[in-house]
């Protein structure tokens, strides 16, 4: 059966509602892999990717491995810029 995109947004907003994707599917009388694939592609589009049906499956694996380092890189910057901020209380700071 062929969904409308306005339907399958709805769905969606249900389950990030709370609602579990069990009890929409119910409701609404549609499949888990069909739910469960839509909030997928919800989620990619949301975080400025494009849908699973639009790659192919190497790029796919690339995309994830590029935002998996980004989250690495994200970290590591995070780390960095405390450090920094530490050290630099420790020069302001006069000694007692």
């Not at 590029?66 to 050290?87: F, G």
Request: hydrophobic share 40%; charged share 30%; glycine share 4%.
């Amino acid at each position: 059966m062929k969904y409308s995109e306005e339907f399958k947004q709805d769905a969606v907003a249900l389950v990030r509602a709370g609602a579990t994707q069990r009890e929409v599917c119910r409701d609404l009388g549609i499949s888990k892999s069909a739910m469960s694939k839509w909030v997928a592609d919800a989620d990619r589009r949301d975080a400025g990717l494009p849908v699973a049906k639009d790659v192919t499956p190497g790029e796919d694996a690339q995309i994830r491995e590029l935002m998996h380092r980004n989250r690495l890189l994200e970290q590591e910057n995070e780390v960095l810029r405390r450090a920094a901020a530490y050290l630099s209380q420790i020069h302001i700071t006069p000694p007692k």
